[in-house]
């Protein structure tokens, strides 16, 4: 019986590939220059320093590496802020296991103020006890510290804990803890899906419309 949640954010709840594939091209608009809308998934297929380096060199951009890296960045921000979209029906789930009264918290590799920006934009940030982000904690989520301490703040054994997650590596990280487990199908991750769907107790290509029985008892 599911008494507490934990969800990943990138990929799980917010489909993270438009908020990547177009931050380059905002940037590139930002300035003034016209970008073609295949170039985007060119340099969501690269690190941002290697589409820094590619914007320099295309667009004859009189910046620094680093400055335009942060400028990218900047659009990432923006894009959590106001416009990344959620997954197909996250948002109407999150809010069935609150109004169910099941603690939330957000383990994630992201960083809290924007997640937590994102959450707030989609009226759901009350729903969730605590976002655990590494860029704050320091912690990586191939360890299963934020999990465990996840777990612990909510009162919950992770027997009765689900962890919501797109990331293969992730769900053999909190499995041998006892945690169930529920993939979240994501282009980013398609390559393991099936894997994913393999290992995971649940697997999920859009959240349902009501939490299902095997959750409930």
Same mark, same amino acid.
């Given at each position: 019986m599911i008494k507490a949640a934990i969800f990943d954010m990138d990929g799980t709840l917010i489909d993270t590939?438009? %908020?990547?594939?177009?931050a380059g091209a905002n940037y590139l608009a930002r300035l003034g220059v016209e970008v073609d809308p295949q170039l985007g998934k060119r340099f969501f297929?690269?690190?941002v320093l290697e589409t820094a380096e590619l914007i320099r060199e295309k667009f004859s951009i009189q910046l620094g590496a680093e400055e335009i890296v942060n400028g990218i960045y900047k659009e990432v921000e923006r894009s959590y802020r106001e416009e990344a979209p959620f997954k197909l029906g996250a948002v109407e789930f999150v809010k069935q296991l609150a109004q169910s009264e099941i603690p939330?918290?957000? *383990?994630s590799s992201g960083s809290a103020p924007l997640i937590?920006?994102?959450l707030e934009r989609a009226g759901i940030r009350d729903c969730f006890t605590k976002i655990f982000? @590494? @860029?704050?904690?320091g912690i990586d989520k191939r360890q299963p510290t934020m999990f465990m301490q996840a777990a612990e703040l909510?009162?919950?054994d992770p027997i009765h804990t689900w962890v919501f997650e797109d990331a293969l590596y992730a769900v053999r990280v *909190?499995?041998?803890?006892?945690?169930?487990? %529920?993939g979240i199908a994501d282009e980013l991750?398609? @390559?393991?899906?099936?894997q994913l769907e393999l290992e995971a107790d649940l697997y999920w290509e859009k959240y349902p419309s009501e939490i299902p029985e095997k959750m409930l008892g």
């Open positions: 590939m438009p %908020v990547w594939s177009n297929e690269m690190t939330m918290c957000i *383990v937590s920006a994102a982000g @590494a @860029a704050q904690t909510m009162g919950a *909190v499995k041998p803890f006892g945690f169930r487990t %529920v991750s398609a @390559a393991m899906a099936h």
